[in-house]
């Protein structure tokens, strides 16, 4: 049985492909979500995809993950930098949580330098662009091997 993995995007990330291709690139959520899927079917996962503008969705998204004992992939977006609701879900998780980020947020101005999300995730991956989702999932299976 395929082992279930939710793969949560939050505010703006809809928008992909047009919104400041500048920083973020052209490749769109849509590319994003097919990729992820194939490779995360090849390794035995079940993945849930999703997005949302609405930090509430994305609450109650992480604890129905919770529920379900899935793996999750976080790409919080906006929600990252202040968004404690979203914290306290995370700390329910028990299987791994990889935070990813499209750019490297490191070297963003103020308030895109520092993610709460980064205190609780097992790992992140920033500044790789959509090749940081796949480098995700890759490293969810792996640690869900080594259980």
């Given at each position: 049985?395929?082992?279930?993995?939710f793969?949560?995007?939050?505010?703006?990330?809809?928008?992909?492909?047009?919104?400041?291709?500048?920083?973020y690139?052209?490749?769109?959520l849509?590319?994003?979500?097919?990729?992820?899927?194939?490779?995360?079917a090849?390794?035995?996962?079940?993945?849930d995809?999703?997005?949302?503008?609405?930090?509430g969705?994305l609450?109650?998204?992480?604890?129905e993950?919770a529920i379900?004992?899935?793996?999750?992939i976080?790409?919080?977006?906006?929600?990252?930098?202040?968004?404690?609701?979203?914290?306290?879900?995370?700390?329910l998780?028990r299987?791994?949580?990889?935070e990813?980020?499209?750019?490297?947020i490191?070297?963003?101005?103020?308030?895109?330098?520092?993610?709460?999300?980064?205190?609780?995730?097992n790992g992140?991956?920033?500044?790789?662009?959509?090749?940081?989702?796949?480098?995700?999932?890759?490293?969810?299976?792996?640690?869900?091997?080594?259980?």
């Amino acid at each position: 049985m395929a082992h279930p993995l939710f793969i949560l995007n939050g505010s703006n990330l809809n928008m992909l492909g047009t919104r400041e291709p500048g920083i973020y690139g052209t490749t769109t959520l849509a590319e994003i979500e097919k990729s992820t899927k194939e490779l995360a079917a090849s390794l035995g996962l079940d993945c849930d995809f999703r997005q949302t503008n609405h930090e509430g969705i994305l609450v109650d998204w992480i604890q129905e993950a919770a529920i379900k004992d899935a793996a999750v992939i976080i790409n919080p977006a906006g929600f990252s930098f202040g968004c404690v609701p979203v914290l306290d879900a995370l700390k329910l998780l028990r299987q791994p949580l990889i935070e990813v980020h499209l750019t490297n947020i490191h070297q963003r101005p103020a308030p895109y330098t520092y993610s709460l999300v980064s205190q609780v995730a097992n790992g992140v991956i920033c500044g790789l662009g959509p090749a940081g989702y796949t480098l995700a999932v890759r490293a969810v299976a792996e640690r869900l091997a080594e259980r």
